[in-house]
């Protein structure tokens, strides 16, 4: 599985905007957002905007940087590919 | 001497509460403080009863807050409701031998145990008090009828409008007051557990309808700031809390 990211800017309508795209083997698998200062401790950390299939669902992690986010993400995509 | 003072104030959230949706006589008043109560202090966080669990007593909050609550399989919480000073979270117990769900503390919170026992036996004498807590439940029913379409069709700002509203009228009904200095002792992840959200989402909103000036937002709790603008953000129409006693007669 090949993993690539893209930054992007987000309208969150607040200002966590910057963003990321995270794909999948070409595939758009999720769109994460940068926190900003207003998120007190967690400012900085990057959080599951929007997940795509197996990333889909009503939970949205945060992540300490973008290899976190990158490895939980592939832990759940390679694990669907198993079953 | 102060302690039972104020333990007697305290039980009076009980009437308060009642009276808000039903009327009562001197004599059904006098009956409800008469009931034995075994008070607990308890710490924030706490689990009052658990999923499964059979309880003998009633759990009435004296202080503090608590809701009811699922835990999920991947261990997070599920909050289905919030309970303040003057509620019974677990009438149902009267009837229903096992819990179907938990029942916890937000905040420090003092909670009285009355037997069930004694509640059928006051029941029984007492029939007006019956169909009070029959109504509260019935309003239990149509607060759940209000949160399923706040949190199936809302927005999160609306959703979060809406819960502070009624909440803040909830308190307001058994005399915890804006007005006193009261804020709900509602945590970011609180909210979100309640309405589905992410704690990241519910500090969006909260900055957001602080920015308006619409709320005054602390690390955890949260006060109605300009009521008729956050009613009209929440969409909130408090005709479901039944919050009459004119219409109960």
Redesign the interface.
């Known amino acids: 599985m090949t993993v690539t990211l893209q930054s992007v800017a987000i309208d969150?309508?607040?200002p966590?905007e910057e963003g990321c795209l995270m794909f999948a083997n070409e595939r758009l698998v999720a769109a994460l957002v940068r926190?900003s200062d207003?998120?007190?401790d967690?400012a900085g950390y990057w959080?599951l905007e929007h997940g795509f299939g197996r990333l889909g669902g009503?939970?949205?992690p945060?992540f300490l940087d973008l290899d976190a986010a990158q490895d939980w993400a592939v832990q759940r995509l390679v694990d669907v590919r198993r079953n | 001497m102060v302690t039972t003072v104020h333990l007697l104030l305290e039980r009076h959230r009980l009437i308060r509460k009642l009276e808000s949706i039903a009327l009562l006589s001197h004599a059904e008043k006098q009956a409800l403080l008469a009931l034995p109560v075994t008070v607990e202090a308890l710490d924030a966080n706490t689990t009052i009863a658990r999923d499964g669990q059979r309880s003998r007593t009633c759990c009435l909050i004296l202080n503090g807050f608590a809701c009811r609550f699922k835990s999920l399989s991947d261990g997070?919480r599920r909050i289905m409701s919030f309970h303040t000073p003057g509620d019974i979270t677990d009438l149902q117990g009267l009837s229903l031998n096992v819990g179907d769900h938990s029942v916890g503390t937000l905040v420090p919170t003092t909670i009285g145990l009355i037997p069930h026992e004694s509640l059928h036996e006051l029941l029984q004498r007492y029939p007006s008090i019956t169909a009070a807590f029959w109504r509260d439940t019935l309003i239990d029913g149509a607060i759940f009828r209000a949160w399923l379409v706040n949190i199936g069709r809302r927005t999160a700002q609306q959703r979060i409008a809406h819960l502070l509203c009624e909440m803040t009228m909830r308190c307001e009904a058994v005399g915890l007051s804006r007005d006193d200095g009261y804020r709900l002792p509602l945590g970011q992840s609180d909210i979100a557990d309640a309405l589905?959200l992410?704690p990241?989402?519910v500090?969006?909103v909260l900055?957001?309808l602080e920015g308006c000036s619409l709320i005054t937002s602390h690390d955890s709790s949260v006060a109605a700031l300009d009521w008729e603008g956050l009613k009209r953000a929440g969409e909130f129409d408090p005709a479901y809390l039944h919050l009459s006693q004119e219409e109960a007669a």
């Open positions: 969150t309508d607040c966590d926190l207003h998120h007190g967690k959080y009503p939970y949205h945060v | 997070r589905g992410s990241v989402q500090n969006r900055y957001e």
